[in-house]
């Protein structure tokens, strides 16, 4: 079967560096995307990673490893703002996204 | 100028009606999905369509039915729902189906509440 795995809450201080992590099986890969949703918001697209490496993107950044099916979004300077929940998906060879729970990060003053 | 929309946003209604959502985007996107987002806030994919065509369909009981009148508009109409179909619906659109890049536009959702 097809499976993502995250944790479903983490906690940080805010000016602080988290590492949400991402592992998953599926029956193929065409590329592993992040996205951010904000409480009672739509999910929207973060950062997508196709070969091995980190990706940055202002304060977020997003690693990947394909040999260890794993992956990782990093949040630099958190701010309150940031806040929500961050989904991990995955596309298959099929061209379908498969989901992961997502992980709900609390920011603390 | 709403990339995805959806309507109605929220939508309460009894145990046994019939009712439709609706979704349009005005993004050029060739391919159109249907995810349900449960109360644990997992995205789970319904159906998906490309050029009107019908892609992917889940293990969706088929009292959903989706219908495409033209590659902007994916409508979800649902009969007679039941309390397990309370969740939030999201419709989502990508540039097209089967290529690599393949980020997806959300819609703002819709809450559906079955009393």
């Known amino acids: 079967g097809q499976n993502i795995d995250q944790p479903t809450e983490m906690t940080a201080t805010e000016g602080a560096i988290v590492q949400i992590n991402c592992t998953y099986q599926t029956s193929g890969f065409n590329g592993l995307f992040w996205y951010q949703q904000h409480a009672g918001e739509a999910p929207t697209f973060l950062s997508y990673?196709?070969l091995d490496g980190l990706e940055e993107k202002g304060r977020f950044s997003s690693f990947l490893s394909r040999s260890k099916g794993y992956s990782y979004l990093l949040l630099k300077e958190l701010q309150m703002k940031d806040s929500a929940s961050y989904l991990c998906a995955v596309m298959d060879s099929n061209y379908q996204l498969i989901w992961g729970a997502g992980t709900k990060l609390i920011i603390k003053p | 100028d709403t990339a995805v929309s959806q309507t109605p946003k929220y939508l309460v209604t009894q145990m046994g009606n019939d009712k439709s959502i609706k979704c349009e985007q005005n993004l050029g996107h060739d391919t159109m999905y249907w995810y349900k987002q449960d109360s644990k806030k997992f995205l789970k994919i319904m159906f998906s369509y490309n050029n009107k065509e019908l892609i992917i369909n889940e293990t969706v009981p088929n009292r959903f039915s989706p219908k495409s009148p033209d590659k902007a508009h994916l409508n979800l109409h649902i009969n007679s729902l039941e309390l397990g179909d309370s969740a939030v619906y999201f419709c989502?659109?990508?540039?097209?189906?089967?290529?690599?890049?393949?980020?997806?536009?959300f819609g703002p959702g819709t809450r559906l509440l079955v009393l």
């Open positions: 990673n196709v």
């Open positions: 989502a659109s990508s540039p097209s189906h089967g290529d690599v890049l393949e980020t997806q536009y």
